[in-house]
């Protein structure tokens, strides 16, 4: 069910509401957890790019479509980089707490 709500929040915050990146973010989070410690290690790095456009648009960061490429640009290097270098431990400690 959050596979779902990711990909209907983000279809709908790509078209112009915003605020639904933040939606996406947290079920693509979810995801990853409940996907395990295979799927879900490498899907929690897509968490990334909504919520880093989630922020951009929250503070009005975004103004040109190149604002736009550079924030994803930037949500996908540290996606990889937390997926290669960050313990999946870390990643989902949040959760933790619900497992």
Same mark, same amino acid.
């Given at each position: 069910?959050?596979? #779902?709500? $990711? @990909?209907?929040? *983000?279809?709908?915050? +790509? &078209?112009?509401?915003?605020?639904?990146?933040?939606?996406?973010?947290?079920?693509?989070?979810?995801?990853?957890?409940?996907?395990?410690?295979?799927?879900?290690?490498?899907?929690?790095?897509?968490?990334?790019?909504?919520? #880093?456009? $989630? @922020?951009?648009? *929250?503070?009005?960061? +975004? &103004?040109?479509?190149?604002?736009?490429?550079?924030?994803?640009?930037?949500?996908?290097?540290?996606?990889?980089?937390?997926?290669?270098?960050?313990?999946?431990?870390?990643?989902?400690?949040?959760?933790?707490?619900?497992?």
């Amino acid at each position: 069910m959050s596979l #779902i709500t $990711a @990909l209907v929040t *983000t279809v709908i915050a +790509i &078209k112009g509401n915003y605020r639904f990146y933040w939606i996406s973010a947290i079920s693509i989070y979810i995801f990853s957890f409940i996907a395990g410690f295979s799927v879900g290690q490498l899907t929690i790095g897509l968490t990334f790019i909504p919520f #880093i456009l $989630a @922020l951009a648009y *929250t503070f009005g960061w +975004i &103004k040109t479509r190149i604002h736009n490429v550079m924030f994803v640009s930037l949500g996908i290097l540290i996606g990889v980089l937390m997926v290669l270098f960050v313990d999946d431990a870390w990643l989902f400690f949040p959760l933790w707490f619900w497992a």
